[in-house]
Structures are given as C-alpha cells and as structure tokens.
C-alpha cells in the first residue's frame, strides 16, 4: 500500500506492485480491487465536488480518474508530470477545492 484517502466513509488504498487501486474495509482487513493503473500505483486524493480520484505512479504522473462511472474510467489527457518524467513514483496527493 502507498497511497489512502477517503471517498464518503469508504477508504480507498493503492496496491502499489499490482498496480491496482481499491477499496479497503477495515472491519474484515479486506482490500477489493476497483480497477488497474498503466503503472505502480502511488498516492490518492479525491475532489469530492467532481467525484475524481487522482492517482499518482511510477514515472511521475498524476492522473484523474471519473469515480461517477462503473468502473471508474480514467479523463483522456489528465495526465500530468508536476515534477517531469521521474523514476520514482508519485506518491503523495493532495487535493484541495478552490
């Protein structure tokens, strides 16, 4: 696990080696994966007013992710590289409405 954030009252997690982002119920320590990533997958933040999941990986990107379709679908060109193309995983996200 690299990457935790909230969505409503459900915590979300990065399965960082499976390259995997899921749902994680503390009550029966259960992760269930909800969809896979181009690469290792890092840290989260939700905007909670657009319903988008951003995902940080491997290589510096940052990408969001429509949490309003089933399954989640990644926006076509949210991709960003805040720190350029890195050899590292993005791993921690914060999101904070204007």
């Given amino acids: 696990m690299v990457g935790a954030t909230i969505v409503g009252t459900t915590l979300w997690l990065t399965k960082w080696s499976a390259q995997e982002v899921g749902t994680f119920n503390p009550g029966t320590n259960t992760f269930t994966p909800v969809f896979g990533t181009s690469d290792l997958a890092g840290g989260l933040a939700?905007?909670?007013?657009?319903?988008?999941?951003?995902?940080?990986?491997?290589?510096?990107?940052?990408?969001?992710w429509n949490l309003d379709t089933s399954p989640p679908t990644l926006f076509a060109g949210s991709g960003v590289q805040p720190f350029g193309a890195i050899g590292d995983t993005i791993d921690g996200v914060a999101f904070f409405a204007d």
């Fill in 46 to 64: 939700f905007d909670a007013a657009n319903s988008i999941l951003w995902v940080g990986l491997r290589g510096g990107t940052v990408e969001a």
